[in-house]
């Protein structure tokens, strides 16, 4: 049984940093690309950031986090992590983990995985 768990959110200040951390666990994640998505109070869940598969060679980023966010795996551990510098009150939002993707395009696509979340507060 796949599960995605996310770890590494919490209550932050603006400007400040976090990195978000999803072990993946029933398989191995190598050969797909993953991503990050989140879901603040009131709206629907938007796209954050994803990785190509296996070195991670390619990525994207929405561009309300450009910059600022960078996302990295490591597949030796089946894990993608998401590091968060200078946070905004905007920022805050429960952060979703998603792996399976066939492609750095398929990220969040109904085949894929998702994690049950880390809540991300960044206060002003």
Do not use: H
């Not at 940093?17 to 029933?26: D, E, K, M």
């Not at 993953?34 to 990525?59: D, Q």
């Not at 429960?94 to 206060?123: D, H, K, M």
């Amino acid at each position: 049984q796949v599960q995605l768990v996310e770890s590494g959110g919490g209550l932050v200040q603006a400007g400040g940093a976090l990195r978000l951390s999803c072990a993946a666990s029933g398989r191995t994640f190598s050969p797909y690309a993953m991503g990050w998505f989140r879901r603040a109070p009131g709206n629907e869940r938007e796209f954050v950031a994803a990785i190509s598969s296996w070195g991670g060679s390619s990525t994207r980023y929405a561009d309300s986090v450009k910059g600022r966010f960078t996302i990295s795996r490591d597949n030796n551990q089946n894990t993608v992590y998401l590091q968060m510098n200078s946070l905004k009150p905007e920022d805050t939002a429960v952060y979703y983990c998603n792996a399976g993707a066939s492609s750095i395009l398929r990220v969040g696509f109904p085949e894929t995985y998702w994690g049950q979340g880390t809540q991300v507060t960044v206060s002003s």
